[in-house]
């Protein structure tokens, strides 16, 4: 197999950190240099113990790959990847910085003017499934978030095929490391503990990306998301349950029409290694530090509306397996390489 | 205070335990009898050491009462209570056996023929703020559900106003206590920990009794409703979030319907001690060990649509503790007698 | 009942909130200011949502009270609380401030000179069961830290009555509040959940308290003492297993020695409202949110040795409930006054 | 590399799924067949859907293997194991059933008579750092407990030396898988949750197993082991906290011993690549979901005593993950084949 030297910017974050742990297995890749501002100078195993295996120290400016993942904040990012893309290194850019189409959006949703607006077309949205092939042409790929994640894995063939209408709830259930690993009372552990809360409600930075993306699949308009994220006590997963009103005539109801749409997302996602379509709803533990997306579609018997229930651990499918997953297909390597572990159970 | 003699039937399992921890407190009761059939002979302290300041032995049929609590499992507590009614004897059911109106309800969503469908009509659905008079008169409660408990005072005010359509979505994720003491591998540690779970996608024993109470709210006919519980990792503590369609031209989009919710919300239970309307999206240990459910209402600005979070304690608010505010009304106490403790926090 | 003013300095961290919560329904104080100066200005409910029915405003500088609660942290409390003293108000200190005798002790652990060493003979260590005529007696009482509340109940008596030698063990698991309300990461949700750290080997700040009141009740020199606390995923709580070598030919070895041991256990606090011996070793969860402290000795029947393991809530027997016990006996009130709620059990 | 065929018996236990998890990415075998009684006939996915990659069904009676793995419960498991013993066929069994030599132990700990008392001189204790080539020419491996894995590991390299006096004090604190899959209230999550408690203060059966390995070690007769397990709210990993009195004149004290410590156990266990002395202590989180063991010593500075923190996953090194270790000596794999996967954080 041929090796490719990869860096990643701010290892020193919950994502930067799971890239590192992932592609240690990796066959094909080899880390060759990790960056974290605060943490320059310092052995990577000194900050990450369970990164004491990969024998670097932690720099202030990463150095020549072939292949650069950034997990640094938005802002930061699209600043450090530009000049990377610039000069036609591949980057897996794992903030928000060039996932949104549209450059207006950025002072909108995260308070900043773009600083390399030219680059957002050609920028490819990694959700993979979705955008295989573009993906494998990518030079930069905006690696999704991991909300959009489960909400879009989840909804986009229902709404594809029109057996939705485009007016959807998503209801999602998230671990605390994805608020990441800056202490903050939000996070801090008596405070979560014994605790579901939901936040957000005026609108999440995650919001504009799962309706663009959900847009890309519905061909009559634009889709009306109402979207919810909540906290829940536990450190990784996300759960989402994704409501929308069944287009009449399409799908039976009650039984039949779970057995409908379970053969239907069968068929959608049949030659997915990532992807499962489940006969019961999924919990989260299932996907625990794979690259799974579980999916469980279902008729309300009584209220012609669809029900997803989307399962994936939100350090993995919905950041770091992904962007590995991605690389994979930039560099030529089989889609599943180094992402075969299966979940941690129990 | 005048003293009433009371009897807790089936104390063993949580919501038994609940009421006699509550009641401990309560300076107008004396708990004179608790029952539990496998555990009978033995000191209560014995079977639940938090119990121990209640000198008590567990009897296997209770004594003679003013009123009786049941908390026996559905069924058991029909056959338990029926007796109790016809001689007189005040009775707050917490089991689902007198919540439902319809008899025939019973068979279907709990796989048995009323054994009293006679004592339907003068059972009284003891969901305090919204039926108070009823309860001061009754002799029989049913006490509601705690899922139902948590969307119904949600969605009732919106409902009655005409605030809201006929058809609403609610996502309630509960603490792992809402399942009963008894072991089961779907309330096993290591299965339910770090893992959050759908259920019950088919429908929810808990659904007719919010379609029901709903309905009680709502002119124009039935409501439908898609109702979907979670399980999340944590013992105590419900947060419903509830979706519904605005009905055009009452509440204004944005901040500003926001805004107007917050001050219908508050008019509709300004009266009320145990239910607040908070400025900000709630988490459940607000309300942790209180007979609180704190509701946020909210418009979402981009798609039409009333949310409300709802949180409560599920073995309070959600049962032991509107049991308690039943009984006060039934017996004439004020109705926050021994329930004025603050949530335990953090 | 008599009524007294009390304030409450410090009142937005864990434990001062936990005395504003319990002092809620004492029947003979009245909270008439409450400090926090971060978030002076604001209504104690919007920085504290559980103590929303206490309507008072967080001040920079308490009011006139009859007597005064600091739970400041080290340094700063000594600072407060002693011109009050000299003042002759009544001063309850939760910080480790006043726990010392020696103020040599205060620079070797704590990091500072005391700015009032003079107060230090006379100020109380309030551990109640062990100390009550003084505390009674007292104006300045230094409230115990959790860790030693858990470990000296647990083996003074032994220790006083020549059982054991002075020669102990002394292993700590707390729940996270004992870290306070302050976020960092080692209080990080998900770098504490799913896990459990020993941390402190060099010598706990608790430690010369240990040694110190340990001391007090062995009649032939100092007491050696290695204590390690632990920090485990829950919010509250403190389980102490404390081992010590049998004195030989007092105890008898097995089961008989456990039998004698609880016999002696019980005498010892017979007449003690918040000390139980139990028959089986005790779990947290048994005191939570009560001012409990559950004690089980036994002899290790292979090896001549004492074991207790003790249980109690850190942030009430381990705080502000053993605040409000030493504030019951310094103002006359019944020792049990305010502090009846029995444990949430689950 | 050489292909071997291996079984799994009763792989519907937390253990024997995690010999699949594991073997699933190991290069050297093949899962051939997988037994569960009361699951037999079922996909091994839809029991386990973490599996659902290992497409097996679950058989009553395995097949024929190469090496056998049995994580059968003590008595049914030295049942099962003994049969192929005898044949000629590798076995690693899981259970307690060949670990103690004495085979009068078995009654007086586990209550049953040994079947084949014939097979205990030549089965091998398969701690496997501490055993090396007596596990590669073994035929039976008796896998170690999960709490006298952590606990010898900590203390043997000392007791060996003669650092340290035999008389230690083992607290050990263990997550809830370690007790199984099979539900019990103690068990229960809301009875687990939000609580530590200590047990079996009267003997654990994995205290002789700890006397007898821990004796293997030193030279001047047995050990006394005072051992306290406890449960704390979590899924996997076991920090065993150790103690022991150091002997006079071997090791400084203070921060001095404490260094000699580090370097003394850097030098016994320099060529492991699964024990790994720390410079600080561990927590149980860095070695989620592998296999190793971290172990920190340090020297009480007060008391002349040894502490040693250790930690491990308890499923991994205190389980599965040895057993795999250990098959990889029997088999002439190298010993961290299959074994690599880096721990999961956070």
């Given at each position: 197999m041929k090796q490719y030297r990869v860096a990643i910017i701010n290892v020193t974050g919950y994502i930067g950190a799971e890239v590192a742990r992932?592609?240690?297995?990796?066959?094909?890749?080899?880390?060759v240099s990790v960056t974290g501002r605060s943490e320059a100078g310092k052995k990577l195993g000194k900050v990450m113990p369970h990164l004491s295996d990969i024998d670097l120290t932690i720099e202030a400016e990463h150095g020549e790959a072939d292949l650069v993942f950034s997990s640094l904040p938005h802002k930061a990012s699209a600043d450090a990847c530009a000049p990377l893309v610039r000069k036609g290194i591949k980057v897996v850019d794992l903030s928000a910085d060039f996932r949104l189409k549209d450059a207006a959006e950025y002072p909108r949703w995260y308070d900043f003017t773009h600083p390399a607006p030219e680059l957002l077309p050609a920028a490819v949205y990694?959700?993979?499934?979705?955008?295989?092939?573009?993906?494998?042409?990518?030079?930069?790929?905006?690696?999704?978030?991991?909300?959009?994640t489960s909400a879009v894995l989840a909804l986009a063939p229902a709404l594809k095929a029109g057996l939705i209408g485009p007016d959807v709830v998503v209801d999602s259930k998230s671990g605390v490391s994805g608020a990441g690993r800056s202490p903050s009372l939000g996070t801090h552990y008596a405070e979560v503990n014994e605790s579901v809360a939901a936040y957000a409600l005026e609108g999440h930075r995650h919001l504009p990306e799962i309706i663009q993306e959900l847009g890309a699949f519905h061909t009559g308009g634009p889709v009306s998301v109402t979207f919810v994220p909540h906290l829940v006590p536990m450190t990784r997963g996300i759960l989402s349950s994704c409501y929308a009103p069944l287009v009449k005539g399409r799908i039976a109801g009650g039984q039949q029409g779970t057995a409908e749409l379970l053969h239907f997302y069968r068929e959608f996602y049949k030659d997915e290694p990532f992807v499962k379509i489940v006969d019961a709803p999924p919990q989260t533990k299932q996907t625990w530090g794979s690259n799974l997306c579980l999916l469980y579609p279902a008729v309300d018997p009584r209220a012609?509306?669809?029900?997803?229930?989307?399962?994936?651990?939100?350090?993995?499918?919905?950041?770091?397996?992904?962007?590995?997953?991605?690389?994979?297909?930039?560099?030529?390597?089989?889609?599943?390489?180094g992402l075969q572990a299966l979940p941690v159970y129990p």
């Amino acid at each position: 197999m041929k090796q490719y030297r990869v860096a990643i910017i701010n290892v020193t974050g919950y994502i930067g950190a799971e890239v590192a742990r992932l592609l240690h297995g990796h066959p094909g890749v080899r880390i060759v240099s990790v960056t974290g501002r605060s943490e320059a100078g310092k052995k990577l195993g000194k900050v990450m113990p369970h990164l004491s295996d990969i024998d670097l120290t932690i720099e202030a400016e990463h150095g020549e790959a072939d292949l650069v993942f950034s997990s640094l904040p938005h802002k930061a990012s699209a600043d450090a990847c530009a000049p990377l893309v610039r000069k036609g290194i591949k980057v897996v850019d794992l903030s928000a910085d060039f996932r949104l189409k549209d450059a207006a959006e950025y002072p909108r949703w995260y308070d900043f003017t773009h600083p390399a607006p030219e680059l957002l077309p050609a920028a490819v949205y990694g959700l993979t499934e979705l955008r295989r092939s573009e993906v494998a042409a990518a030079s930069l790929v905006a690696n999704p978030g991991c909300y959009p994640t489960s909400a879009v894995l989840a909804l986009a063939p229902a709404l594809k095929a029109g057996l939705i209408g485009p007016d959807v709830v998503v209801d999602s259930k998230s671990g605390v490391s994805g608020a990441g690993r800056s202490p903050s009372l939000g996070t801090h552990y008596a405070e979560v503990n014994e605790s579901v809360a939901a936040y957000a409600l005026e609108g999440h930075r995650h919001l504009p990306e799962i309706i663009q993306e959900l847009g890309a699949f519905h061909t009559g308009g634009p889709v009306s998301v109402t979207f919810v994220p909540h906290l829940v006590p536990m450190t990784r997963g996300i759960l989402s349950s994704c409501y929308a009103p069944l287009v009449k005539g399409r799908i039976a109801g009650g039984q039949q029409g779970t057995a409908e749409l379970l053969h239907f997302y069968r068929e959608f996602y049949k030659d997915e290694p990532f992807v499962k379509i489940v006969d019961a709803p999924p919990q989260t533990k299932q996907t625990w530090g794979s690259n799974l997306c579980l999916l469980y579609p279902a008729v309300d018997p009584r209220a012609d509306r669809l029900i997803v229930i989307s399962c994936i651990d939100n350090l993995v499918k919905g950041g770091a397996g992904q962007a590995i997953q991605n690389m994979n297909l930039m560099l030529g390597f089989p889609e599943t390489t180094g992402l075969q572990a299966l979940p941690v159970y129990p």
